[in-house]
């Protein structure tokens, strides 16, 4: 009798713990999905303020959106249909990839991820790799030439295609990589525009997603479950000079919540008075007026500025609050 009893409990007690861990799971479900439309409505959110603050679509577009294979250019394509659905304007859109033919690319992935996308879509295959080996000496970087050669093909196409738009994957992060990479080394206060006309004068290119964080992208890579194709493949010396910026500015972010985002402000609050750009401002007519300007410099006074942490958004600040800088890093400030 006392062997059925404690058999009874054994199992009412297996029982309970399965119904813990059942509810445990829902719990944990609800949450992830919580996470995921409260991300996907961040990234939507601010690519539809890039959208808008540029005029970046217009009625009657077609959009020629560039994919990889890379999570930023998934997250494109993905936001954009949403935007397809749900906008008071009509455009079209047709995902374009280039084979550029480099040794173990996985052709299948693509054209079998866009087949259940409900987008109209287009392989190319071009073999720029060859002539890529062909001209660059072993060792030295290709990103260069490949660069120009895959421009080239993807302008010819957009324009075989019709399209009005060209569409890139470039986010907030790479606008400011590539700021400080002009500063750094190129002795010019530049960046990657959210909207340019093409070098050749023929392309409007647009980058809806200037305004998105790219931590913000990667998070929804992963919970989308994108078929990531590896962007090494050619065997090419990473950019060491963009690697070098890249763990520069994560470094800042992680420590100094706030300052990446002040940083991308700066970008978006230009006031070419305040530089040295004699081509840009008239500093050689120069004379007073005799009226104030409340945005005058006040050339003898110290700057004074506040804590970076006031450019964070709701979300933001609420990933800072979980994650507290050691104290060693709290006191050392740049």
């Given at each position: 009798m006392q062997n059925t009893s404690q058999q009874a409990s054994i199992v009412?007690?297996?029982?309970?713990?399965?119904?813990?861990?059942?509810?445990n799971d829902s719990n944990a479900s609800k949450r992830a999905k919580y996470s995921l439309n409260k991300l996907e409505k961040r990234i939507r959110r601010a690519a539809g303020q890039a959208i808008e603050d540029f005029a970046m679509i217009a009625d009657g577009d077609r959009i020629m959106v560039?994919?990889?294979?890379?999570?930023?250019?998934?997250?494109l394509l993905t936001t954009l249909q949403y935007f397809q659905k749900v906008a008071p304007i009509q455009f079209e859109l047709i995902a374009v990839n280039l084979d550029q033919k480099q040794p173990g690319f996985p052709e299948h992935v693509l054209p079998e991820y866009l087949a259940t996308q409900d987008v109209a879509f287009k392989i190319i295959e071009e073999d720029t790799?060859?002539?890529v080996k062909d001209k660059i000496p072993a060792g030295k970087t290709t990103c260069s030439l490949c660069s120009r050669l895959r421009r080239g093909i993807l302008y010819k196409t957009a324009q075989q295609l019709g399209a009005t738009k060209i569409a890139l994957g470039h986010h907030r992060d790479d606008i400011l990589e590539t700021l400080f990479l002009n500063m750094f080394y190129g002795g010019a206060l530049k960046s990657m525009p959210p909207k340019l006309v093409s070098d050749n004068g023929q392309h409007v290119v647009i980058r809806p997603l200037a305004y998105v964080r790219e931590k913000d992208i990667s998070k929804y890579a992963a919970a989308q479950n994108y078929p990531i194709i590896p962007c090494n493949l050619c065997g090419s010396q990473e950019n060491l000079q963009r690697k070098v910026i890249k763990d520069l500015l994560k470094t800042w972010?992680?420590?100094?919540?706030?300052r990446i985002e002040s940083m991308f402000k700066a970008l978006t609050n230009v006031v070419p008075s305040h530089l040295a750009d004699y081509k840009l401002f008239d500093f050689k007519n120069?004379?007073?007026?005799?009226?104030?300007?409340?945005?005058?410099?006040?050339?003898?006074?110290?700057a004074t500025f506040t804590d970076a942490?006031?450019?964070?958004?709701e979300d933001a600040l609420d990933e800072d609050a979980r994650s507290e800088p050691p104290a060693e890093l709290q006191i050392l400030k740049l």
């Open positions: 009412n007690t297996a029982d309970a713990n399965e119904q813990v861990m059942a509810t560039c994919l990889s294979g890379g999570k930023d250019s998934y997250t790799y060859s002539i972010d992680r420590q100094y919540p706030g120069l004379h007073p007026t005799g009226v104030a300007n409340p945005n005058g410099d006040t050339a003898f006074d110290q942490r006031h450019y964070l958004d």
